[in-house]
């Protein structure tokens, strides 16, 4: 999910990367070199940081300036990633071979003339076990060892699939909050060369949009600029650069793909059938 810590540390992530756009192991297009870092900085580390003729950007969440702007919520979760499934499931004639690796979570699917049957997968299962618990669902099969399941009688449809686990993520809140981004600089000159490469950078982002580990946007806007010297008899010259970011407080979870629907139709006057389509 994204929550102010991964707000502060992504803007922070930004800024670095907008400061040293050939690595940290290359000069900073402030001339010196800066230290990027979330919060408001140690006195310490920074007299420390000035002294040695270096920079300092610290990326602060401006207290009372945040809103709620909740808005999209009741939309379904959305995938993260196309599911990959660990299991393995072949057919080859009237026979079911498991294989792959296990995966707790995931569930083995055979379809028998149009019948269901699955086993949900057990950390503690094997090839072995899961072909056996299958074969014990299905009426005529039998496993006897391997992960084999061989179907007995008439067999006129047999599928084989895996059910695998899905990650999901839905939006259960959205707010926006003001950060101030303040340069601590041993000079003038120093301070205007690295405020204009973040400032430059953090206006052209696509979209306005900037992206967060969870995968999710946020929206990121302008401001305004405070400038002060009145830290100069300490050479520290001071420039706070304010972006307004909006961004969505996620949740996540697990589903499983389907592998099977199933419908029960009760007529008039008659009895309920059950429809299956795997």
Same mark, same amino acid.
């Given at each position: +999910? =994204?929550?102010?810590?991964?707000?502060?540390?992504?803007? =922070?992530?930004?800024?670095?990367?907008?400061?040293?756009?050939?690595?940290?192991?290359?000069?900073? &297009?402030?001339?010196?070199?800066?230290?990027?870092?979330?919060?408001?900085?140690?006195?310490?580390?920074?007299?420390?940081?000035?002294?040695?003729?270096?920079? +300092?950007?610290?990326?602060?969440?401006?207290?009372?300036?945040?809103?709620?702007?909740?808005?999209?919520?009741?939309?379904?979760?959305?995938?993260?990633?196309? $599911?990959?499934?660990?299991?393995?499931?072949?057919? &080859?004639?009237?026979?079911?071979?498991?294989?792959?690796?296990?995966?707790?979570?995931?569930?083995?699917?055979?379809?028998?003339?149009?019948?269901?049957?699955?086993?949900?997968?057990?950390?503690?299962?094997?090839?072995?076990?899961?072909?056996?618990?299958?074969?014990?669902?299905?009426?005529?099969?039998?496993?006897?060892?391997?992960?084999?399941?061989?179907?007995?009688?008439?067999?006129?449809? &047999?599928?084989?699939?895996?059910?695998?686990?899905?990650?999901?993520?839905?939006?259960?809140?959205?707010?926006?909050?003001?950060?101030?981004?303040?340069?601590?600089?041993?000079?003038?000159?120093?301070?205007?060369?690295?405020?204009?490469?973040?400032?430059?950078?953090?206006?052209? !982002?696509?979209?306005?949009?900037?992206?967060?580990?969870?995968?999710?946007?946020?929206?990121?806007?302008?401001?305004?600029? &405070?400038?002060?010297?009145?830290?100069?008899?300490?050479?520290? !010259?001071?420039?706070?650069?304010?972006?307004?970011?909006?961004? =969505?407080?996620?949740?996540?979870?697990?589903?499983?793909?389907?592998?099977?629907?199933?419908?029960?139709?009760? $007529?008039?006057?008659?009895?309920?059938?059950?429809?299956?389509?795997?």
């Amino acid at each position: +999910m =994204a929550d102010l810590s991964d707000v502060t540390n992504t803007l =922070a992530s930004l800024a670095s990367a907008a400061l040293y756009p050939n690595g940290t192991g290359q000069q900073s &297009l402030a001339g010196v070199t800066v230290t990027v870092a979330p919060g408001w900085p140690n006195p310490k580390q920074l007299s420390s940081i000035i002294a040695s003729g270096a920079a +300092m950007l610290t990326v602060y969440p401006m207290p009372g300036m945040d809103a709620n702007t909740t808005r999209f919520l009741g939309n379904d979760p959305v995938q993260l990633a196309a $599911p990959v499934a660990s299991l393995t499931m072949t057919v &080859l004639n009237n026979t079911v071979t498991v294989g792959g690796t296990i995966k707790a979570g995931e569930a083995a699917f055979i379809g028998v003339n149009r019948i269901p049957y699955s086993h949900g997968v057990l950390v503690t299962d094997t090839m072995a076990t899961i072909a056996a618990a299958l074969a014990a669902l299905i009426p005529n099969a039998t496993s006897l060892g391997g992960g084999v399941v061989t179907i007995g009688g008439t067999v006129f449809d &047999l599928i084989a699939q895996v059910s695998a686990v899905v990650s999901l993520q839905a939006e259960i809140a959205r707010q926006k909050r003001v950060f101030m981004l303040t340069a601590w600089c041993p000079s003038p000159a120093v301070r205007d060369a690295l405020c204009k490469a973040v400032d430059v950078a953090f206006k052209a !982002f696509p979209g306005r949009r900037i992206l967060f580990a969870d995968g999710s946007y946020g929206v990121i806007i302008y401001r305004g600029t &405070l400038e002060t010297d009145g830290l100069s008899q300490q050479k520290i !010259f001071r420039r706070d650069l304010r972006f307004e970011v909006e961004y =969505a407080t996620t949740q996540q979870t697990s589903s499983n793909t389907i592998t099977n629907t199933q419908a029960a139709l009760t $007529p008039v006057s008659g009895v309920t059938v059950q429809l299956n389509k795997p």
